[in-house]
């Protein structure tokens, strides 16, 4: 009895601790090492600086000595200041010429790697190559070609009866050089993702429509557009937002620190001038202010974007309306082809 009576309060000890719920952040604590690593370097340089430039952009800084509480006056003075509103001319200028024709030449080169029969991994890999090709390079190459005196374009333009361009010295040549640069840079890119979108529309699509007897052009405008709509969307949100941070293009096309936007700055974009007011004039409240000024602009243009080509709720419906009739078919022929096996 002795014995029972001293082994009692461990049994129940051992059977209160295994019914002891488990703790769930010890169990997933081997997960939580793994990703912490991510989120410290992405709370270290991603969170602090959008942070820490709001702050400051509430401030009069040099970058070294002690801030001065300065409250809106930075926003204030951005809404009068006729340089920054020029960037913002200059940066949408160059927006357009280099992403409506950007976007539509890549729709038309999808169109044909989509119908291409021979070498099409070698067409997508050269037209995916100026992507992953360094700016730098790229911006010091077409520097040569759009050169005043010595570039290859006006020599061309002498050899066909053309008088020269000032294409690095006068306002629409500068501009019309940077969205080139850019437009070269990123066809192939938008290519690629046209591309992908073009291979998930289904082919039983195109061949009801050329049963119903529509042309290839109502075809291309009533069945691939539509369907290729939240492709076009994504592509042209993300031109947005890369065309609105036009920087490096500028930079090195016009090495000069005391002028990064060329001549009369008509290569000013709206990141340069950010660049130029925190690093070169040491004003980061200011910068930090403008930096701000062209997150509000991003998200106005994405908002624009989103209305102009994402359709109304009624052409959405009628997008899943046909996503629908799409898998209802393919379930069809995927249940014929089953039964003509057996």
Do not use: C
């Amino acid at each position: 009895m002795a014995v029972t009576s001293k082994a009692l309060p461990t049994t129940i000890s051992a059977t209160a601790t295994q019914d002891k719920p488990p703790n769930k952040f010890r169990q997933a604590l081997p997960q939580y090492t793994a990703v912490a690593p991510f989120f410290i370097l992405f709370a270290i340089f991603g969170a602090f600086p959008v942070l820490f430039s709001i702050w400051i952009s509430f401030h009069s800084w040099d970058g070294i000595g002690q801030m001065k509480w300065v409250g809106l006056e930075q926003y204030h003075y951005l809404l009068t200041d006729a340089t920054f509103w020029k960037t913002i001319a200059n940066t949408l200028i160059i927006w357009v010429l280099s992403t409506v024709p950007m976007l539509l030449l890549a729709l038309v080169i999808a169109n044909a790697l989509h119908n291409a029969t021979r070498f099409r991994t070698f067409y997508r890999i050269a037209y995916f190559i100026p992507n992953v090709t360094s700016v730098v390079a790229i911006t010091l190459v077409f520097g040569s070609i759009f050169s005043n005196n010595f570039g290859l374009l006006n020599a061309f333009l002498k050899s066909v009866g053309v008088g020269q361009v000032e294409w690095l010295t006068s306002p629409w040549g500068i501009k019309i050089a940077i969205a080139t640069i850019v437009t070269w840079r990123w066809v192939g890119y938008n290519a690629i993702i046209y591309l992908a979108g073009l291979q998930a529309i289904s082919q039983d699509v195109y061949e009801a429509a050329r049963v119903d007897g529509a042309s290839s052009r109502q075809t291309f405008w009533r069945i691939t557009v539509p369907m290729m709509r939240p492709v076009i969307l994504f592509t042209a949100v993300t031109s947005t937002i890369g065309g609105l941070q036009i920087f490096t293009e500028s930079r090195v096309l016009f090495g000069d620190t005391s002028n990064i936007g060329g001549p009369g700055d008509a290569g000013l974009t709206i990141v340069s001038y950010l660049y130029q007011s925190a690093f070169i004039k040491n004003q980061f409240g200011y910068g930090a202010a403008v930096g701000w000024a062209l997150f509000i602009l991003i998200v106005l243009f994405s908002i624009v974007n989103w209305r102009l080509i994402g359709g109304t709720d009624d052409e959405r419906l009628t997008r899943r309306a046909a996503r629908r009739v799409e898998r209802r078919i393919a379930a069809q022929n995927a249940k014929k082809e089953a039964v003509d096996v057996h």
